[in-house]
């Protein structure tokens, strides 16, 4: 009876970690959280709105919303993370493009297999993959959620 516990505990600690290893895994499909997006879009563009005139503000105030939406119309698609380390985007227009990705101490790195552009780099928080352009100072992060 006194090995029942042990091994109940290895078990438990066992399950655990193997649920921790998955969570942690980009293997499957991504798309673009749009809410997340729609907060923090309406935040920068906000943000750069401060420096207008009153009047001005006035009257771009409502086109913020197209804005908004017009950028997150352009982010629609997918992304299938493979195990093997490959990835490939599909955007709503049938197009589609390769690249690779790596994890490493938590950290997300995507390139394109073209080598062309920018790499993302990012990680992974509250389940949500969190990316910005490698290099680059933006006003907010690219939000992803599973599919």
Known sequence: MRFVIPRLLAFVLL???????????????????KEAMRGQLRQAIEAEMRDL??????????????QVEGIIAELEGSAEFREDGTVLFRDEQGGADEGRWEMTDGRIRLTAASGEGNA??????????????????????????RR
């Not at 005139?53 to 913020?64: C, G, H, K, L, S």
């Open 120 to 145: 993302m780099v990012g990680e992974l928080v509250d389940g949500r993959m969190v990316m910005k352009p490698e290099g680059e100072e933006l006003p907010f992060a690219f939000v992803f959620m």
């Open 53 to 66: 005139t009153p009047e001005m503000r006035t009257q771009v105030a409502p086109m913020i919303d197209q």
């Open 15 to 33: 399950l655990f970690a193997g649920q921790a290893a998955v969570a942690q895994s980009l293997v499957g499909t991504w798309v673009i959280d």
